[in-house]
C-alpha cells in the first residue's frame, strides 16, 4: 500500500488551481457571509460577533490574552478556559493583528478562511499526487462542499491544520521525512488531530524500516508530535500542572476518551430511534456514514501514510466523547472524503454531492441560529 509515484502531477498546478472547487468554496462563504450580513439588519451583532461563536469566542480569548497561570476553577472543579486550546492559531491571530492593524476578530476570519481555501487545494494536490488529476478534482469540490466546511466562516483553527496535514502526507510520500515531521510539529501545536498525523508518521516510519530499513524515516515519527509535546511543556511550567490541558478538556467540557462511546452513540440509537436529540442523530449518521468511508479508504488502496491518517484521525474521534463523529470532525479526517470521491463518478458522484450540499447548508443553519448542537 505504500505508493510513492503519483498517476499525475504532484503539485498543485499554477494554470489550474481547482477552479470549480475554489469557485464552490468562495460562493459557499459569499452565502453564509450574505446570510449574516442579512440577520444584522436585524440583530446588529456584527459580522466579527455572529461568526465568533463556539470555539471561536475561546481562540480569540488566547490571542488577546493569552492562556492564565494557573487552572480556573468553579466550585473546586476545574473550570473552561483557554488552556484547552492550542497554541498556534491564536498565536497567528496575535501575530497577523499586531502587523496589520486589524482586529483579532478580523484577522481570525480572514486566517479561517483562507485556511480553508488552502485546504482545498491541499486535499486535492495530495489525492492528485496518488490518484491522478480527475478523482482529484471531484475530491477538491466534494471537500469544498463537505457539511464540516461550515466551519471555514467562523474562528476555527480546521483549515490551518488541515493544510499542514495533508501537505505533510504529501511529504510522506515522497519520503521527505523531514519536512513532513516539521509539518506534522506544527499541526500537532494547532490541534489534538495533529496526534493522528504523528501516528501515521509512525506507522510510515515502521513500514520503512522493516521493509527497505530506511531509517530516516524515523525522523518523521519523532519529529512531528513535538508540537503536541512542547506545548505540554509549557503548560506544565506556565500553570504547575502537568495535564492541565487534558484535566480543562475532561471537566470544562466534560470531553474524555472512551472506547465505548461510539457503542453508546449506536446503541441509544438503535434501542429507541426516537429518543436520541438532535446530537444523537448526526452522531448516530456520522458513525455509519464514517465506517463506510473507511470501508472505502480500504477498498480504493490509498497510501500507507494516508490510510494510516484517516483511520487514526476517526478513531480518535470516535472514541471522544461527546465529540464523536458529527460533520466537522468527519471532515478532518479527510482520506474518507478522498475514498469517496474517488469511488464514485457520474451520476453517483453528483448525488453525493448534492447530499453533501444539504449537509452544509443544514450545519450552517444550526450553527448560526441555535445553540442546540456544537459544531
Known amino acids: 500500500m505504500m505508493r510513492t509515484r503519483a498517476p499525475g502531477p504532484t503539485r498543485l498546478s499554477a494554470s489550474r488551481p481547482f477552479a470549480v472547487a475554489t469557485l464552490a468554496y468562495l460562493g459557499a462563504r459569499a452565502i453564509t457571509l450574505l446570510a449574516v450580513g442579512v440577520g444584522n439588519l436585524f440583530t446588529h451583532h456584527g459580522w466579527v460577533a455572529d461568526l465568533s461563536t463556539w470555539d471561536g469566542a475561546w481562540f480569540l480569548r488566547a490571542a488577546e490574552h493569552g492562556w492564565p497561570a494557573q487552572l480556573p476553577s468553579v466550585g473546586g472543579h476545574v473550570a473552561a478556559s483557554p488552556l484547552a486550546f492550542f497554541p498556534l492559531f491564536p498565536l497567528l491571530i496575535r501575530a497577523v493583528a499586531a502587523i496589520s492593524g486589524l482586529g483579532p476578530g478580523t484577522v481570525g476570519l480572514l486566517l479561517s478562511g483562507l485556511g480553508g481555501l488552502g485546504a482545498v487545494w491541499a486535499v486535492g494536490a495530495l489525492t492528485r499526487h496518488f490518484a491522478g488529476p480527475a478523482k482529484a478534482e471531484r475530491a477538491a469540490l466534494l471537500f469544498a462542499l463537505s457539511p464540516g466546511s461550515f466551519v471555514f466562516s467562523l474562528i476555527y483553527a480546521e483549515g490551518i491544520v488541515i493544510v ?212
Open 164 to 375: 499542514l496535514i495533508a501537505l505533510g502526507l504529501l511529504a510522506l510520500l515522497e519520503r521527505r521525512w523531514w519536512r513532513a515531521g516539521v509539518l506534522g510539529a506544527l499541526a500537532s501545536a494547532t490541534s489534538p488531530v495533529g496526534l493522528a498525523f504523528a501516528a501515521s508518521c509512525a506507522a510510515t516510519a515502521l513500514y520503512q524500516i522493516l521493509r527497505r530499513r530506511t531509517w530516516s524515516s524515523l525522523g518523521a515519527a519523532l519529529l512531528s508530535p513535538m508540537g503536541f509535546v512542547l506545548w505540554t511543556l509549557y503548560l506544565w511550567r506556565h500553570t504547575g500542572t502537568f495535564w492541565a490541558w487534558r484535566l480543562t478538556e475532561r471537566y470544562g467540557w466534560n470531553s474524555f476518551p472512551s472506547l465505548l462511546y461510539p457503542l453508546r452513540v449506536l446503541g441509544k440509537f438503535l434501542t429507541n430511534p426516537l429518543s436520541p436529540t438532535m446530537t444523537g442523530q448526526i452522531l448516530f449518521w456520522g458513525t455509519l456514514v464514517s465506517a463506510y468511508l473507511v470501508y472505502l479508504m480500504f477498498r480504493e488502496a490509498q497510501p500507507l501514510p494516508v490510510v494510516a491518517y484517516g483511520l487514526a484521525a476517526v478513531v480518535l474521534f470516535a472514541t471522544s466523547s461527546p465529540v464523536g463523529l458529527r460533520p466537522r470532525f468527519i471532515m478532518l479526517a479527510f482520506p474518507l472524503t478522498i475514498a469517496a470521491a474517488s469511488r464514485f463518478e457520474g451520476r453517483a458522484y453528483r448525488l453525493v454531492l448534492g447530499l453533501s450540499v444539504i449537509g452544509l447548508a443544514l450545519m450552517s443553519v444550526e450553527t448560526l441560529t441555535s445553540w442546540a448542537v456544537f459544531p
